[in-house]
């Protein structure tokens, strides 16, 4: 039972280049959700999916895509990267929204050049 | 939305409780209280929820008055291990931006 899956760990982009970001979830959750941490701060939410086939925005979604591919899959796409999107990123899952509790991969760390 | 406020940062030593305190006076009815603990290069993880009174687990304790206006999270006996991030958080059902601020550093020194 791997919980959370992200891909990739790593990345390095020069601004203006493009990439997805990979999610998968194996426990069987409705409600997927995507953050970034900046240093020394708390998680902003960029996008979340309550459940398949919804999306919505979360507080910063400018620059930002997401696809809810399935019930397991929510890929995170950045069109043209800037470096203000260095950050790392995290994908997380609960049962359903609110109350449930959240699990986290263990993020991807995003550095644009 | 209800915000939370707690302190940026604690230092205990090591065998000694830990009580971190997060105030949220605008916590609506059918919130509840939920903590969670972020270690470096990791995601956070979730610790406790409470909707009043106690909450005890394997990890922690959630103490939460009747006003509900604000919780304590207590970790018992801390250790290395346990120097982290923790995040106190107020969630309504059916909500989906859970607001994660930026939390208690607690730093367990030997």
């Known amino acids: 039972n791997a919980g959370v899956t992200q891909t990739p760990k790593f990345q390095v982009l020069k601004t203006g280049q493009s990439m997805t970001l990979q999610c998968a979830q194996d426990?069987?959750?409705?409600?997927m959700y995507w953050y970034r941490q900046d240093p020394g701060m708390g998680l902003r939410l960029i996008y979340y999916?309550?459940?398949?086939?919804?999306?919505d925005k979360g507080e910063v979604p400018n620059g930002y895509n997401v696809s809810r591919l399935n019930k397991r899959e929510f890929s995170l796409r950045l069109e043209s990267a800037a470096p203000s999107q260095t950050s790392v990123y995290f994908c997380?899952?609960?049962?359903?929204?609110?109350?449930?509790?959240?699990?986290f991969g263990n993020g991807t760390r995003l550095t644009v050049t | 939305l209800a915000k939370t406020t707690q302190p940026i940062s604690m230092d205990s030593y090591e065998g000694q409780e830990v009580n971190i305190t997060c105030s949220h006076n605008?916590?609506?009815?059918?919130?509840?209280i939920t903590w969670y603990q972020q270690f470096p290069s990791q995601g956070p993880r979730f610790i406790i929820q409470?909707?009043?009174t106690k909450v005890t687990n394997e990890v922690a304790s959630l103490f939460i008055p009747a006003d509900r206006k604000s919780s304590t999270l207590s970790l018992p006996r801390v250790s290395l291990s346990d120097t982290a991030v923790y995040y106190c958080?107020?969630?309504?059902?059916?909500?989906?931006?859970?607001?994660f601020g930026t939390g208690t550093r607690l730093t367990v020194i030997p």
């Open positions: 997380a899952s609960s049962a359903d929204r609110g109350g449930s509790p959240l699990h």
């Open positions: 958080l107020v969630v309504g059902a059916g909500a989906n931006n859970l607001f």
């Open positions: 605008n916590i609506a009815t059918n919130d509840y």
């Open positions: 999916s309550a459940s398949e086939g919804t999306t």
């Open positions: 426990m069987n959750h409705n409600s």
């Open positions: 409470g909707y009043k």
